[in-house]
């Protein structure tokens, strides 16, 4: 159980372009998911948590005007990338949590690898 | 804020070794606390968690953890590792009581058993 898709795996975009990344929980519905950037090497660094229905919160220093995250329904989040440059190239993981106590297990995605030219 | 260390960066065995993986965490007050395993090419995947209760913990694959509240510590522990366990670990932690605290993770320790 706790299964969560992330959906394209890999993608490739041209400077300026928008992408647009699925996560979704399989078998339970998550109240709660987040976002992850993670840098070669380097830890996970959160960088927005998103309740179903509700805007997303940010973590300081994450552009939300840049990063547009979208939590419409228990089982499904998006975040789009708007106006991709190449230093947002990175690996992008969701996790989700069953709950909306933030201190509750996470279960993650298998990233997203964004490469922007 | 929390925050959590990891000291090994880079750790080598050889099959059948005992592991033991160092994390600390900085918070005064109830925390949640995590391992998490990432095998190459996979994704993160939980190893085991600590809420309350007996502060050895047993996870999946034979590892397990020891919460030592007075060290602030939550070592990760396996008495003889396989070269499956080759993988990237991660030690997070959350404060236990307050709503709108995020999961902090270290920055992982990469683990490599020689054949």
């Known amino acids: 159980g706790a299964v969560v898709s992330q959906h394209p795996s890999w993608v490739i975009c041209k400077s300026g372009t928008s992408v647009k990344i699925e996560c979704r929980s399989l078998d339970f519905q998550a109240t709660t998911m987040f976002w992850y950037r993670q840098f070669p090497k380097q830890s996970l660094m959160l960088m927005a948590t998103?309740?179903?229905?509700?805007?997303?919160?940010?973590e300081q220093g994450v552009e939300k005007d840049k990063f547009l995250i979208n939590h419409a329904s228990l089982t499904l989040s998006t975040l789009t990338v708007t106006s991709a440059h190449p230093e947002d190239s990175s690996f992008y993981i969701c996790?989700?949590?069953?709950?909306?106590?933030?201190?509750?297990?996470?279960?993650f995605g298998p990233g997203t690898r964004l490469t922007v030219l | 804020a929390q925050s959590v260390s990891q000291h090994n960066h880079h750790v080598i065995l050889s099959e059948a070794a005992s592991l033991e993986l160092g994390c600390n965490y900085s918070y005064g007050g109830t925390v949640n606390l995590f391992w998490y395993v990432q095998y190459p090419g996979q994704h993160l995947q939980l190893l085991l968690k600590?809420?309350?209760?007996?502060?050895l913990v047993k996870g999946i694959k034979g590892f397990e953890a020891e919460f030592i509240k007075s060290k602030f510590s939550f070592n990760l522990r396996k008495p003889s590792v396989q070269w499956s366990d080759t993988a990237e670990y991660f030690c997070a932690v959350i404060p236990a009581n307050f709503g709108n605290e995020k999961l902090t993770f270290g920055t992982g320790t990469r683990l490599t058993i020689i054949p």
């Open positions: 600590y809420f309350s209760g007996d502060p």
């Open positions: 998103s309740n179903e229905g509700s805007k997303a919160t940010y």
């Open positions: 996790s989700a949590s069953a709950t909306s106590g933030f201190t509750d297990t996470q279960y």
